[in-house]
């Protein structure tokens, strides 16, 4: 298999590997996407692989205050695999560059969450 340059799917057993990326496609988010908004349902995870993604907490009404930054090293939407449907934070694409994408059925079907 060849190699798919997210650390965290890297990490994972040969199978479940294979049955993860089953279920992602690879996509390009761009510079300033709205990924999650806080209180929405979460409809998709991702794993970057040459961009970031900015996890973003409002604070009365003042723009946001960056909590948090994933990259190559992880996921966006790891608050699934603890059963919380929700997104706690806005997720902005801060780093365009590549990732790859499942949806949130998807996953927890394939992960077994």
Do not use: K
Request: with cysteine.
């Amino acid at each position: 298999m060849a190699t798919v340059e997210n650390h965290l799917i890297e990490l994972l057993p040969r199978n479940d590997r294979r049955r993860l990326l089953d279920v992602c496609e690879p996509i390009q988010p761009t510079l300033g996407e709205v990924i999650h908004e806080p209180g929405a349902a979460t409809r998709h995870v991702y794993f970057p692989i040459d961009g970031f993604i900015s996890l973003v907490a409002r604070i009365d009404e003042h723009p946001g205050l960056e909590v948090g930054m994933m990259g190559c090293e992880g996921m966006l939407g790891s608050h699934l695999v603890l059963g919380v449907e929700i997104a706690p934070l806005r997720a902005l694409v801060q780093g365009a560059g590549s990732a790859w994408r499942a949806t949130a059925v998807g996953f927890t079907t394939r992960t077994g969450t």
